[in-house]
């Protein structure tokens, strides 16, 4: 499974930012996909994920202003970042996995895509 990761930029506070992130190859093989986030000097965390049946998972300081979607037809899962934060700035890194006991874990993903800086100014 390959994922391609667009959509990044530097945006101000308040603003908002849509990524994207298409699956190509053996997308069967995977059951749910979403987003980690790692910020200079942290460690990547779970941002948000979504099934291929619709379930949404999200981390809580994202809950209310990040909406995660996808579209099954192209195999590509979009996260809507609204009311963004310099907190939020990091690079968003898409995943896909199968181990839905652990969607919010990084041991639930087997595969990764390159990431995307977001950047918010205050």
């Known amino acids: 499974v390959q994922l391609q990761a667009s959509g990044g930029g530097l945006v101000q506070a308040g603003d908002s930012l849509t990524l994207s992130c298409a699956a190509s190859?053996?997308?069967?093989?995977?059951?749910?996909m979403g987003w980690f986030r790692q910020a200079p000097g942290n460690q990547r965390d779970f941002v948000a994920a979504?099934?291929?049946?619709?379930?949404?998972y999200y981390r809580g300081s994202v809950e209310g202003r990040f909406t995660i979607s996808r579209d099954n037809t192209k195999n590509t899962v979009y996260l809507q970042m609204s009311s963004l934060k310099p907190e939020d700035t990091a690079i968003y890194y898409c995943?896909?996995?199968?181990?839905?006991?652990?969607?919010?874990?990084?041991?639930?993903?087997?595969?990764w895509g390159q990431g995307t800086l977001v950047t918010v100014s205050s």
């Open positions: 995943v896909a996995g199968d181990n839905v006991r652990w969607v919010r874990y990084l041991r639930g993903y087997d595969y």
């Open positions: 190859g053996r997308t069967d093989s995977i059951y749910h």
């Open positions: 979504i099934n291929w049946s619709g379930m949404t």
